[in-house]
T-cell receptor, first 113, second 117 residues
């Protein structure tokens, strides 16, 4: 099946630092999504990307849909303690039907204040 | 907008009993909902796609007779874990598909923590 490789697996950073994480795949994706999940909660959609090369921002978050359509990155600038959580990339490929998403393994973000 | 609720938020049951989890789209109609399972420190694994008015589509390896899905209305899908066993203990999350002219994305519920004793 489709697989997304998400890295890094975890990060422990100082408050105020910038964060970068990415997802790659051997397959082409039509949609890239980034979600954040807090403990005991469901994922919350942060950014949705629909076009190769697209660069979209949501506050301190910026994400890009890779030109090759096989990767995406998420940057968080000037991190704050509430950024703590698990960040998942998700994608929808042309090989899947019915709007199904494939999820990366997640990046655990910890922020030291 | 695009709020999805789940009930209950957590449940503890005895082995062999059945548990029903509800997923509701509160401010939009969803012809399609999805059910995921998430084990600790792991990613979300799709179990099945729930379509209003028709049978659910199950992913490979998911027993349809054990995980019964009913999507009887445009705002409600239910997942019933039948004859639950300890290995069914997990975090179950639903999502509802919000479809628009240029937007077609899943919004997730807060999840249900199932513990089977």
């Amino acid at each position: 099946g489709q697989q997304l490789n998400q890295s890094p697996q975890s990060m422990f950073i100082q408050e105020g630092e910038d964060v970068s994480m990415n997802c790659t795949s051997s397959s082409i994706f039509n949609t890239w999504l980034w979600y954040k999940q807090d403990p005991g909660e469901g994922p919350v959609l942060l950014i949705a990307l629909y076009k190769a090369g697209e660069l979209t921002s949501n506050g301190r978050l910026t994400a890009q849909f890779g030109i090759t359509r096989k990767d995406s990155f998420l940057n968080i600038s000037a991190s704050i303690p509430s950024d703590v959580g698990i960040y998942f990339c998700a994608g929808r490929s042309s090989m899947e039907y019915g709007n199904k998403l494939v999820f990366g393994a997640g990046t655990i973000l910890r922020v030291k204040s | 907008g695009a709020v999805v609720s789940q009930h209950p938020s957590w449940v503890i049951c005895k082995s062999g009993t059945s548990v029903k989890i509800e997923c509701r789209s509160l401010d939009f109609q969803a012809t399609t909902m999805f059910w995921y399972r998430q084990f600790p420190k792991q990613s979300l694994m799709l179990m099945a796609t729930s379509n209003e008015g028709s049978k659910a589509t199950y992913e490979q390896g998911v027993e349809k007779d054990k995980f019964l899905i009913n999507h009887a209305s445009l705002t409600l899908s239910t997942l019933t874990v039948t004859s639950a066993h300890p290995e069914d203990s997990s975090f179950y999350i639903c999502s509802a598909l919000l479809a628009g002219a240029s937007y077609n994305e899943q919004f997730f519920g807060p999840g249900t923590r199932l513990t089977v004793l």
